[in-house]
């Protein structure tokens, strides 16, 4: 079984990649950890970042945030196991994805002061998450395992029903899972002709944040609006769940807008409260309904 993994220099845009061939897949998954581990600096000396991508046979790419000699070999196998599972179907919970968000989790508590100001301020509202095997779903039809601020987002809340629409965010709808997955591919369907007629080269060994001028698999998006998406970035890194705002003609250009899915709800729910503003818009209550001025 072939394996491959690489590794991007701290000084420069580049990647160094190594691969292999084992005789099963535990042996494969061994030995690319074990490359990984001991790829310190590139072939031309430069020193390269802890961050590591692997590639088990045909399976998905496994990214993370520390594959060198300083990362835990159970915890890297671990990682290359549960999207090994996700990439066969398998349905059972990660470990550390409970069935329900934990109350420290910071998403939990800034959607929860977004959800009081929509109760005590809308005429009606009706708010519903997705259970665990729907997110499980989406991210095997997205490929990968996604942030954790993200899978706990869609278990409090999966889209609203047409009915009681809120206009959550100023110029972008908010997606249920079906959406987000769709959305997703189309882009990659449309930026993939794009990249072909123009002749780019595939974007490998980037991490979150980076800019790359094209649609890449880890963009997940969770709110859009004609041609304008915004995303979690669920590529390897520091910026690892950052949310950027992808642009129709501009792509990625304009670089992450905050942080984490957490910051962004943060501003969201401040501005709510006080009226002042997010994203360049200012929120009123116009007819028991979400309005953005």
């Not at 409970?98 to 708010?127: C, F, K, Y």
């Not at 080269?201 to 800019?211: L, V």
């Not at 890194?237 to 670089?255: H, I, N, Y």
Request: charged fraction near 25%; charge should be negative.
């Amino acid at each position: 079984m072939k394996w491959f993994v690489s590794a991007r220099s701290a000084e420069t845009t580049s990647s160094t990649i190594r691969t292999g061939e084992a005789p099963d897949w535990a042996k494969a998954v061994a030995q690319a950890i074990q490359t990984g581990r001991e790829l310190t600096h590139a072939d031309d000396g430069t020193p390269l970042q802890p961050g590591r991508n692997y590639r088990i046979g045909d399976g998905e790419v496994v990214s993370k945030d520390n594959g060198s000699h300083t990362a835990s070999e159970d915890d890297l196998r671990r990682r290359i196991q549960l999207q090994t599972e996700y990439d066969a179907g398998v349905v059972n919970p990660a470990p550390h994805q409970a069935a329900s968000p934990s109350p420290a989790d910071p998403v939990v508590e800034q959607w929860g002061r977004i959800a009081q100001w929509l109760a005590d301020n809308l005429a009606t509202v009706s708010i519903a998450g997705a259970i665990d095997e729907q997110i499980q779903d989406a991210m095997r039809a997205t490929g990968g395992l996604w942030p954790e601020e993200l899978t706990s987002f869609f278990r409090l809340v999966n889209g609203f029903p047409r009915e009681n629409w809120v206009s959550i965010f100023p110029m972008h709808e908010l997606f249920d899972l079906d959406r987000a997955v769709d959305e997703r591919q189309l882009e990659l369907d449309i930026w993939g002709e794009i990249d072909a007629e123009m002749g780019a080269e595939p974007q490998f060994g980037t991490s979150a944040g980076d800019y790359v001028g094209t649609y890449l698999p880890e963009f997940i998006p969770f709110a859009g609006a004609d041609g304008y998406l915004l995303f979690v970035d669920a590529r390897s890194g520091p910026l690892r769940g950052c949310v950027t705002e992808f642009q129709k003609v501009d792509a990625d250009g304009a670089g992450p807008k905050w942080p984490s899915l957490s910051a962004m709800l943060a501003d969201l729910a401040d501005a709510l409260e006080t009226g002042g503003s997010f994203d360049g818009r200012t929120p009123a209550v116009v007819d028991g309904q979400l309005r953005w001025q």
